[in-house]
């Protein structure tokens, strides 16, 4: 009598491969199993990926989806995750591929479905600053929201992003140069914002924990675009929290 | 007292009248209109993360109607064991949404590192009722409350099974102290792929065992019938409800339908035929 722990081995290696024995009947029917395992992946994996998918077609998505679930099966009863390695899959499948940009939509679609559930927090304005003197400023360090996710890459993918919002759009002229931005969770939908790299710069510094003087030299801002800058994360309402730099030891 | 309690928001068991599972396209819908309906279900896994729309939804959904938390992830018969971190956002689901029924499947989902994210169906045997109230066991006491456990649908059966589902079922529930939930869908796909008698199924479960019921529609494919949540309650499986409320009693009953979604007001009908079937056997009994 074969063991419980046999009885699934031998499923689960007849869901891999058709051609593996299994004591079930009517064994034909495995087939349902088999496609349902990998239709419930690759749907999970349409629903994250958009306009990857309206991109480069349902057939070529197909091909990607089976491939990589070959090389990342689903680790997780929960299908959410199964996109998570989908941009790094696809950055090495195809390296050096007039596609390598597909990498980078991906990047940008899975920081979407992250940023679409990610907790919000209560956002405070410029005023919180009038707490501190014109000393402390430069060693303020920024709590942002936790759904903000900052991309840059060599390719338009802001620009790819927002004009395949519909079926057919007309491809976007790949020598068009990088881009770089946010994606973020509004109180009812997720922005996908390309932003001036200098902003990108100093919101970068500021998200990875620097103080605020040395996200300003980071980005290399002038007066006016110090002033932008500090305004804008205000008025966005990506600041959660304000508090000064812990001292660096003597 | 709950936090919803004391907000006046509906904590008492389920009332056994027809609910509708929620599903994300019914959600501005179901806060806005507030469909009669006695009860919603929402699929565990759906309302894992701690932000977004979908969460928001359901719990404003909640203030409303009392929940269901039906989970489809947890494979709770996979001889790998119970995913920890998986089990650990169902408590945390459990905790923020205050639901007052909690249900899982009679089935295993991952083998090897890999989850096939999907129900697959158990060998009757001795070992696995052993094993899967062992796990029903552990889940429940990680959960801090009693699961109802669900038949699935099969579209074949082990060669090794030993029992007939009802008696596998019946077993896992009296050793582990969970309830049933009973499929009538399933029970009814699975007696037709696999040649088996639905009403014995129904006649053979233990008269104290099943706390819920749910009704969906099938498909044909090439003479299979398949479990795909999207369609009308057929006749046969209708009057197999009628069967199973006659046997059990009046038990809340689900309308699922999870592909084809229809509108709002369709899953409604559907499920005033079953309060309608529910109103029937209270007449007789009256």
Sequence with gaps: MASLRELQASFAAALRDESSACAVRPRENLSIYRNNAAINFRSALESGFPVLRRRVGDDYFRQLAAQ??????????????????????????????????????????????????????????????????????????????????????DFPIFSIWAANQIDNAPPVDQSLMGECGLVRMRSDYVEVRRLDPFLFSYLSALAAGAPLGEAINTAGLDQDALVHALGFVFTEGLVCAVARARPAPH | MSRLESRGVPSGPIPACAGIGLRAIHHDAIVKDRPSVGWIEAHTENYFHEGGAAARALERAR????????????????????????????????????????????????????????????????????????????????????????????YVAFEHSRLHEWEFLAAVAAISGCGLLLDVNNVYVSSRNLGLDARAFIEGLPLDSVG???????????????????????????????????????????????????????????????????????????
């Design chain 1, 68 to 153: 990589y679930r070959q090389r990342n099966p689903s680790r997780s009863g929960d299908l959410h995750w199964v996109g998570r390695d989908f941009a790094a899959f696809l950055a090495e499948h195809l390296q050096g591929t007039e596609y390598a940009w597909l990498a980078d939509l991906a990047r940008l679609e899975w920081s979407r479905e992250l940023a679409a559930v990610a907790m919000t927090r209560a956002s405070i304005g410029a005023e919180v600053l009038a707490r501190f003197t014109p000393e402390q400023l430069e060693d303020l360090v920024f709590s942002l929201q936790p759904s903000l996710r900052l991309h840059a890459s």
């Design chain 2, 63 to 154: 203030a409303d109607y009392p929940l269901s938390l039906h989970g489809v992830g947890l494979g709770l018969g996979s001889v790998d064991g119970i995913d920890r971190e998986h089990l650990a956002r169902v408590k945390r689901a459990i905790a923020r949404f205050e639901p007052v029924l909690v249900s899982e499947h009679a089935c295993w989902g991952h083998a090897g590192g890999e989850f096939f994210n999907d129900l697959l169906p158990l060998p009757y045997t001795d070992e696995a009722v052993e094993f899967l109230a062992h796990q029903v066991g552990i889940a429940q006491d990680v959960l801090g409350t009693r699961l109802l456990i669900e038949n699935v649908s099969a």
């Design chain 2, 212 to 286: 819920e019921i749910h009704l969906a529609g099938h498909s044909c494919n090439g003479g299979v019938l398949i479990d795909d949540h999207g369609s009308h309650v057929c006749e046969e499986v209708w009057q197999l409800y009628a069967c199973a409320i006659a046997r059990f009693g009046a038990l809340p009953t689900l309308i699922e339908w999870d592909t084809n979604v229809p509108a709002l007001a369709t899953l409604v009908a559907e499920s005033n035929r079953a309060d309608q079937v529910l109103g029937e056997l209270r007449g007789l009994a009256a």
